[in-house]
């Protein structure tokens, strides 16, 4: 089932913050957060497990409450190299014991001068 | 080497042709996949390789066959497609397929761009 992302889309100038949210009605093993810039291949930002963890890489940090079934990405301080369209991944394994990850609907951000 | 390369980059192919797509990773990964991009969409899961073994199959028609050579090598075949499987095809890797974990992301190529006449 294809998590939920909101917003869809966010422009914000450099320096400013943005958070993006994930949320699934299903159980989640993990969250898995991605970047992808226009023509290019998604570029992976991190992953979050169950467990309430957070995470952080530069001045990109997310959470994932695994009771509230949720992830947030948090951009601060944005860097005109943050636009792209950001997708959530939520993670289920399937009968077969393997790995599946749904990407959310993603949120475009673009940040300009 | 942290590369996911795909051949071709571009592909135009008309209904009744037979086509592969190529996907070939270094990074010691047992676990492969095959995406499919539709433009301003999510990437959509296809097909699951884990230890060279087909493990998911998400339902995707039959004109559309993958396969895994050895470790390293992902194709995926293509005979009389619709037009409407024109899209960005991605393969990705990653170190396993079974049980999450920390060290599960996913490394994409940069995608076979696929055009249906």
């Known amino acids: 089932q294809q998590p939920v992302q909101s917003p869809q889309a966010v422009i914000l100038r450099e320096g400013e913050d943005a958070v993006i949210n994930c949320s699934s009605s299903?159980?989640?093993?993990?969250v898995h957060w991605y970047r992808q810039k226009h023509g290019e291949a998604p570029v992976f930002l991190m992953i979050?497990?169950?467990?309430?963890e957070q995470k952080g890489h530069d001045k990109i940090s997310a959470s994932f409450n695994e009771k509230k079934q949720q992830s947030s990405l948090y951009l601060t301080a944005s860097q005109l190299s943050y636009s792209g369209t950001y997708f959530c991944?939520?993670?289920?394994?399937?009968?077969?014991?393997?790995?599946?990850?749904?990407f959310g609907i993603g949120t475009k951000l673009q940040v300009i001068p | 080497d942290t590369e996911v390369t795909q051949t071709p980059k571009h592909l135009v192919m008309g209904m009744t042709n037979k086509k592969s797509l190529k996907c070939e990773q270094h990074?010691?990964?047992?676990?492969m996949y095959w995406y499919k991009q539709k433009a301003k969409k999510p990437p959509e899961l296809m097909f699951v390789?884990?230890?060279?073994?087909?493990?998911i199959n998400e339902s995707v028609p039959s004109r559309f066959s993958p396969e895994c050579p050895n470790s390293s090598l992902l194709n995926l075949h293509l005979h009389a497609l619709q037009p409407e499987d024109s899209a960005l095809y991605l393969c990705?890797?990653?170190?396993?397929?079974?049980?999450?974990?920390?060290?599960?992301?996913?490394?994409f190529g940069p995608g076979t761009r696929l055009t249906v006449l």
């Open positions: 990705a890797s990653s170190q396993e397929a079974t049980l999450p974990s920390s060290y599960n992301e996913q490394f």
């Open positions: 299903k159980a989640l093993y993990s």
């Open positions: 979050l497990l169950k467990g309430g």
């Open positions: 991944g939520t993670e289920a394994v399937d009968s077969g014991g393997y790995q599946k990850v749904t």
């Open positions: 990074m010691g990964h047992r676990a």
């Open positions: 390789y884990s230890y060279e073994k087909l493990s």
